[in-house]
């Protein structure tokens, strides 16, 4: 454990500076450990230096991918857990996307997957994010830049919130100990708090809704600049847990929710179960996909690269799609090679393979105009499932995540 929080930390130091880099003396104290006054404040986060990598997990509406958590924000909290906002008022920007397009362009396209506002407006949370929070970053003042070009703190600020989540995949830690996103499972607060403790070394943060696990904060100080710095994992201060000690529930994204209606007359009950959509799943343009994305399955798991559906957590495979010449159909290939259907009406990504047309119709995969896909049976714990595009025991669809 230890060798990899040294890794951590080192990977976060190389940072990821659009400006030139700020020279600052190796024996800064970390954020929040200073026994006298630091002066410099363009190397040392003050007084907001207990920094908060925050995620969420959303689930009514869903966003972001089915089996990740998505990026609430980078937070400045003070020592002693309160925290300052809205600190520089004249540098609320309100164009988010064009900066990053501009200064980090694969940094805006890991946000636009897993940096979403749950009511579809990514830019308006961006710019609240930095307008809040980051403009109470001391180290992220336009002054500490040696050659500072406007916006260059914003680029910054994104960039360092997307690495730092990058090396906190909380899905993953969760589902290794066996804590799986459920509609009737629950779970205990210590058994959450022991697998992420696990990772990351100190306490985390764990917030509900009304019981539902919806939000984790993980905390840090850091030597240096918030964008270059040294993170050191820390235990929280300030604002606890939000959930129960027990009963905790993690439910899955885009699922259905079932609804039942009980009718008492004086001979007899009758109950009627109905089942209906509880979220939008992603959309976009229907035709020829052309740019890389996840393949997600509905109810859950995604494809991995040789077309198989998988359940078992982990991270999908990278599906590129390359248009036909009618602009409205596809081929698609993994690392694995070109995908194509079988004579047996099976999926097969593979290398020696002739790759298939498929389509899109705004949110679905389809397969000669159909949308429909089956599978023998689901996949249970590390079993891969074959997927058919005639009828089998199981009916399922697939739908696109660009990235």
């Known amino acids: 454990m230890l060798s990899k929080i040294a890794l951590v930390e080192a990977a976060l130091a190389i940072g990821s500076a659009t400006a030139a880099s700020l020279s600052c003396s190796a024996d800064l ?36 991918p089915s089996d990740s958590w998505t990026i609430h924000g980078l937070w400045p909290d003070n020592c002693d857990g309160t925290y300052e906002q ?15 397009k501009q200064k980090a362009p694969c940094t805006l396209k890991t946000m636009q997957t897993y940096w979403k506002d749950y009511e579809g407006d990514d830019e ?29 703190e914003v680029a910054d600020y994104f960039n360092q919130a997307v690495s730092l989540f990058k090396t906190l995949p909380t899905y993953d830690w969760l589902a290794a100990a066996g804590i799986v996103p459920s509609a009737t499972q629950t779970y205990t607060l210590a058994a959450i708090q ?41 235990d929280p201060v300030g604002s ?45 343009t229907p035709g020829a996909l052309t740019s890389k994305g996840y393949v997600y399955v509905q109810p ?22 390359a248009a036909n010449a009618d602009g409205l159909t596809f081929t698609l290939k993994t ?11 099976s999926l097969s990504c593979a290398s020696g393979n002739t790759a298939s047309s498929f389509g899109y119709d705004g949110t679905y995969l389809t397969y000669d105009g159909s949308a429909a896909f089956y599978a023998a049976a689901a996949p249970s714990g590390q079993d891969k499932g074959t997927v058919y595009t005639t009828a089998q025991a199981v009916s399922l669809q697939m739908y696109w995540v660009a990235i």
């Open 29 to 64: 104290p970390f954020s929040c450990s200073n026994t006298t006054a630091v002066q410099d404040l363009c190397c040392f986060n003050y007084p907001g230096g207990d920094i908060l990598l925050t995620q969420f997990w959303d689930t009514s509406p869903s966003t972001g």
């Open 86 to 100: 809205y600190c520089d008022l004249s540098r609320q920007y309100t164009n988010i996307t064009a900066i990053m």
């Open 124 to 152: 308006s949370f961006w710019e609240h994010e930095f307008g809040k929070h980051g403009t109470c970053i001391s180290t992220l003042d336009p002054g500490c830049y040696p050659d500072y070009q406007p916006t260059d």
């Open 194 to 234: 022991a697998a992420l403790t696990a990772h990351h070394g100190h306490n985390v943060v764990i917030r509900c809704s009304s019981g539902v696990l919806n939000e984790l904060w993980y905390h840090y100080h850091v030597q240096g600049p918030v964008y270059q710095g040294t993170y050191q994992a820390v």
């Open 240 to 284: 606890g847990s939000t959930c129960p000690s027990t009963g905790i529930k993690y439910l899955p994204k885009y699922t259905t929710s079932t609804t039942t209606t009980t009718a008492t007359t004086a001979t007899a009950t009758t109950t009627k179960t109905t089942t209906s959509s509880s979220t939008a799943l992603p959309t976009g």
């Open 300 to 321: 859950d798991g995604f494809m991995i690269s040789t077309g198989n559906w998988y359940r078992a957590g982990g991270t999908p495979a990278t599906y590129t799609p």
């Open 335 to 345: 690392s694995k090679g070109p995908c194509q259907v079988l004579s047996d009406a």
